[in-house]
């Protein structure tokens, strides 16, 4: 809102996209923006925030062809009635989108409920999930859903409980048969075969039991990102599933993270037998980005096998050891440190995947992620250590250069985000 001449309050008639990622004043955001009227060429709405939030209006806006919502539901501290009625309001704001914004393409719906054991909002969350099923979009095509019960770990170390309702949205997705890109983050939704958006589908994002039932029959399928995620405070077991071949396939990533979106430094997959049959599946691949489990070179020949690799991201963990009998792990030691580019030379890694190139006569580049801690030798065996953050990591960004029959492999970039402050001898 503004003045104009004489005085005139006018509205917002001009703005067109809003970005809305603060900690704080949704409340207001919600009393501003559902006021009918205000704000009549906005098309593009994205709020995330993690504040506390009573005031869900701002969904109500009218005309929006985007919406994305990153939300935080946190019952801590509520009663358990207000618990409930926080997720009311929520439910009855998302319920009002088909009559505000009918013509609406894409839409995100990433939500998480905050909880302690005696505070789950059983009622409510109930009816958030039957909202959303019964909302009906008839243009959308990009649809991102993400519904997170985060667990405390002090109270549930070993992931979320089991008694904890599922959030099944299979209703919604099957009304949505214009879907054509697809990002899937909800344990309480299964996937059907005969599901009616897939047919369509261009894109997904999700697991690897979802990817199943993408793959499961041909269709023009360009981008898949499989997401292993672990709850819990356990060593990450994740299973790869045989996915059915698809020739259609150019972009695939596969991550692993744990349920607050941080990177798993060391898994059990991706393991070099698991990335050979995900390379046999798609032999197509211009764009690849995967997290390994072992070391690079064992993944050479299946990497060589996808001879139209334009663009190749790879992440790897290692490990170095330090000898000193007088350092302990957390400790500094009183030897210099070294960065990390130091510790992980880069060209050690450009040797290693020159090796690659005689395969691969499109890749134009090539990024590293190196992810490093330094441990002491006689508590080499040590899991703590892979349950803390990583010490190091450094991302080289190597350029191939191919001339008059020569091919070889440079730094363009290499970014360092954190060095280590133990020994590195």
Known sequence: MYSGPNGLVLNASVLRVLHWDLAAGLDDLGRIMGVPGRFPNLRELVVSTTGTNNNFNFIQIRGLEMLRLTLILSVYGRTYEDGNKLCYRLAEALQMLPLSSPLLRTLQLKLTIDFDENEFPYSGFRDLVNAINFVHLPALTTLDLSFALPPNLDQFPDGPPDYLPAADFSPFLASHPTL??????????????????????????????????????????????????????????????????????????????????????????????????????????????????????????????????????????????????????????????????????????????????????????????????????????????????????????????????????????????????????
């Open 180 to 425: 054509l890109d697809l990002t899937l983050c909800a344990s309480g939704t299964k996937l059907k075969e005969d599901s009616s958006f897939l047919p369509s589908l261009r894109s997904f994002n999700g697991s690897f039991e979802d990817a199943v039932f993408i793959c499961a029959a041909q269709r023009e399928l360009e981008t898949l990102v499989l997401v292993f995620v672990n709850w819990s405070f356990d060593w990450p077991e994740f299973c790869t599933l045989p996915l059915a071949s698809h020739l259609s396939l150019t972009n695939l990533r596969v991550l692993a993270i744990d349920g607050w979106g941080s990177v798993q430094k060391l898994t059990n997959e991706l393991s070099p037998a698991s990335f050979a049959q995900l390379a046999a599946s798609f032999p197509n691949l211009t764009h690849l980005d995967i997290c390994i489990s072992e070391r690079l070179k064992k993944y050479r020949k299946a990497i060589s096998t996808l001879t139209k690799l334009e663009i190749l991201k790879i992440q790897e963990y290692r490990t170095t050891v330090c000898t000193h009998f007088e350092c302990y792990p957390g400790e500094k030691c009183p030897g210099p440190t070294r960065r990390a580019t130091k510790v992980f030379p880069s060209a050690e890694y450009a040797k290693e995947l020159s090796l690659l190139l005689p395969a691969l006569p499109k890749v134009a580049s090539i990024d590293l992620t190196i992810l490093g801690d330094h441990i002491y030798a006689e508590l080499d065996d040590d899991p703590d250590i892979f349950f803390e953050p990583h010490q190091m990591e450094v991302t080289y960004q190597f350029s191939v250069v191919r001339r008059s029959g020569d091919t070889k492999i440079v730094v363009k970039h290499a970014c360092v985000v954190s060095d280590t402050r133990h020994c590195t001898c």
